[in-house]
């Protein structure tokens, strides 16, 4: 990280000078504050504010920057109620562990980047925990270069050691493909999430072998591009249902674009769970609450959240600490059914 003496070196003036700047501006001549601006932006400095203890030289705190959208108050990580189930249990685990939480959510995944760089400059926090990771993280390359302690929520094609906690996206697919074979199925759609996710493609292959363990061909016409949000189901499931051989059955990418789905099917006048079967992710508490309840993989999001803290405290601490992987389980309820065809 940056420091005073770097902008002195970068502005060529001296270290005192630049406190100066920084402490009040007003008192050096405009040309000096502009060299200092300018070396500062150049350097990547950040004034530290975080009030540390200077026995520990840590802050207590863990950040979390969750991406939120700009029109709604949908996470993309996942639905409200199964990121709010996550946070919960951070929550929970960092006080247990005399630890705090700084949540600063972007709107933009071209600022998320940029709220990393002032958490670390600013010294804010003493690690992060990285939510909805990609197969080529920008967040999680920057941190492991910067060798700043983190967790990530999902894995990622980073070479290199770097700690991670996630749920086995290709298990819980291949279950749920299973659930719906079992019960007569062979027209099985899968409304993907995102491929910019890396879950997306741990299910992808879950599914897929899903399918071949079942001897079912794979047809890609029944493989589109969803996403979490209630809407993004009302869209899939009408793509689906109005093609030349609709399936009788559909994954969806998680339970609140399920709902979007069941309520797609409803408006087309087809019975969930009798003409259309409709599996979610997640399992959400409203879940088994809605009408039909709906069959979904469970993922145990309480348990990913306190692992999550744990892990990245103990990297904190200067342990070394290897991944963890939970296996969720598929819950049968009724928007699941014997194939009627």
Not at 24 to 41: G, Q, Y
């Amino acid at each position: 990280m940056a420091t005073i003496r770097d902008i002195a070196k970068k502005a060529g003036v001296s270290v005192g000078t630049v406190s100066n700047y920084l402490n009040n501006s007003d008192k050096l001549a405009e040309k000096t504050r502009v060299k200092i601006s300018d070396a500062i932006k150049e350097v990547g400095y950040y004034p530290n504010v975080a009030a540390r203890s200077l026995k520990s030289n840590l802050t207590r705190r863990i950040g979390i920057v969750p991406l939120v959208y700009s029109d709604e108050e949908y996470t993309t990580n996942a639905s409200d109620a199964a990121f709010q189930e996550f946070l919960s249990a951070v929550n929970m685990a960092a006080a247990k562990n005399d630890y705090s939480l700084l949540m600063h959510a972007s709107v933009d995944e071209k600022d998320e980047l940029e709220i990393y760089r002032q958490m670390l400059g600013q010294g804010q926090v003493d690690g992060i925990l990285v939510l909805g990771t990609m197969p080529n993280d920008k967040r999680v390359k920057f941190l492991m270069e910067k060798k700043f302690p983190f967790v990530s929520y999902g894995r990622t094609n980073i070479m290199g050691h770097n700690s991670w906690v996630d749920v086995d996206g290709a298990f819980g697919m291949k279950s749920a493909v299973q659930t719906l074979a079992d019960l007569g199925h062979r027209k099985i759609a899968w409304a993907a999430p995102t491929n910019d996710l890396s879950c997306y493609y741990d299910r992808r292959r879950g599914y897929i072998e899903g399918l071949e363990k079942n001897n079912i061909t794979v047809n890609e016409n029944y493989i589109i591009k969803s996403g979490f949000r209630e809407k993004d189901g009302q869209i899939s499931m009408h793509q689906l249902v109005d093609i030349v051989d609709p399936p009788t059955a559909v994954i969806m990418a998680n339970d609140l674009a399920s709902f979007g789905a069941m309520s797609a099917l409803s408006k087309r006048g087809l019975e969930v769970g009798k003409d259309i079967s409709v599996i979610g992710f997640d399992d959400i508490i409203a879940s088994e609450h809605w009408t039909p309840s709906l069959t979904t993989v469970r993922q145990p999001t309480r348990r990913v959240g306190i692992k999550a803290v744990e892990m990245l405290i103990d990297i904190i601490g200067g342990k070394d600490v290897e991944e963890y992987i939970f296996r969720p389980e598929v819950v049968r309820r009724a928007s699941t059914g014997q194939c009627k065809i």
